[in-house]
């Protein structure tokens, strides 16, 4: 899940702990360092059974030993004060950030789950309003920034995006369609980066700079479009992998919604503090 920290980053940050597995936290504390916990352990293996390797009593013993060894070494370092040292202090910090984040949106989602019934009814809605829109995009994409920006010089220059995706992008089949990718529709593709950039753009317009997905960068036009999407099926009868990408773009909305509520609590509750300071004789 990217993640000073922009909305679009902290949205990053809040899906990737949603959907990554917690990391190890220290305490920030002179106690002696306890031996590992049967939770500890536990913990540890199920994330070894999720990666595929099998659940048995040997899996649970390496890992015992494992931990041993890190709260050996864990003790020398705090012997020797380094758990002061700025960088590792803010290791630790992030790491217990991370750990709660991710807690804090598991009993989240718990409580608030987004079902294949709530996923159905927002797309049925959609579809019956003709609110599915799609695009006729064109686009080139290379592995790095640098040749992004060169290749979006050019076509500053006057140079054809279509002959410059022909001989440069790394997409299959662009060398023969110049990049065209043909009526396109942001609301099931996977890359949120790509999606949000075709819909900022108007028709025959460019992205203005390079845009970074995780395929790659990218260089994006709008050739035609925006349209509504015509015979669309109902939602039972579509594939499994775009009822997915479905949930998961409902999922980040309802956390976007979260996080601006948090913040507008958070900020709230600090004009309250200031106030309430102000008025103290």
Known sequence: MSISITRKGIMG?????????????????????????????????????????????????????????????????????????????????????AVLSKAYLDEYFRLNPITDAAVAADYERRRKAGDIREYHVRHLSVTS??????????????????????????DPGANLNGGDIGWFRPDIFADEHFAAAVLALKKGETTTAPVKTR??????????????????????????????VMREKMMKRALENHIAALKQADTNARRADVTHVSRVP
Do not use: C
Request: glycine share 4%.
């Open 13 to 97: 940050v809040a899906v990737a702990i949603a959907m990554a597995g917690a990391v190890p936290v220290f305490a920030d504390t002179d106690a002696p360092i306890p031996m590992a916990s049967a939770a500890s352990i536990e913990y540890l293996a199920q994330q070894r059974i999720k990666l595929g390797e099998p659940d048995t009593r040997e899996l649970r013993s390496r890992i015992r030993k494992d931990l041993d060894v890190q709260r050996l070494l864990a003790m020398q370092a705090s012997q020797r004060g380094l758990e002061k040292v700025p960088d590792v202090m803010a290791q630790v910090e992030l790491n217990r950030l």
């Open 145 to 170: 920034e640098e040749q992004a920006h060169a290749l979006l010089k050019k076509l500053h220059d006057g140079a054809d995006l279509a002959q410059l995706a022909r001989d440069n992008s790394s």
């Open 215 to 244: 395929f790659g960068w990218h260089i994006i036009r709008v050739e035609d479009g925006p349209r509504n999407v015509a015979d669309l099926p109902p939602y039972r009868e579509l594939k499994p992998d775009l009822q997915k």
